[in-house]
């Protein structure tokens, strides 16, 4: 193959892994959304608590698809792209749901801009490898 062919497969590869993982992201960061927004509704005030269970379970998405990026590639730096393809999403689909509240901007930026961090650090501890106990050497019994 030459090289143009090789760097074409390498790219293609790349991009689904991140659609791959970015959609095992936004599935986790759902799926523990619908469980909160379950458990919240038997406390007295429920709306109190529904930021703080949304955040939680986008970055809890945005880490399940660092760390499976990480697994797929091995490559920590990769993990930024689900990550920022989570928060695109989730900036979009906020784009369309009215709060009772308005937010700051800056604070809002922030939550956004640390969505593919934690998606990165996510990446690092599951690239962290044991430490082997180093084994005892020992010399070879002497036959006499």
């Known amino acids: 193959m030459t090289g143009k062919a090789n760097l074409k497969k390498d790219k293609k590869g790349a991009v689904l892994s991140t659609l791959l993982c970015a959609g095992i992201g936004a599935g986790a960061a759902l799926i523990l959304a619908v469980l909160f927004s379950a458990l919240i509704l038997f406390v007295p005030e429920p709306s109190d608590f529904y930021f703080p269970a949304g955040i939680t379970a986008l970055y809890a998405g945005a880490a399940a698809a660092g760390y499976y990026m990480m697994k797929r590639t091995g490559v920590p ?49 599951a690239g962290r490898k044991k430490k082997k106990r180093p084994s005892v050497k020992r010399r070879p019994h002497k036959r006499r």
């Open 77 to 125: 730096a990769a993990a930024l792209l689900p990550g920022a393809a989570i928060a695109a999403l989730a900036a979009i689909a906020g784009a369309f749901v009215k709060g009772p509240g308005v937010r700051p901007v800056l604070l809002t930026v922030a939550l956004f801009i640390l969505v593919p961090a934690v998606s990165f650090l996510a990446a690092l501890f």
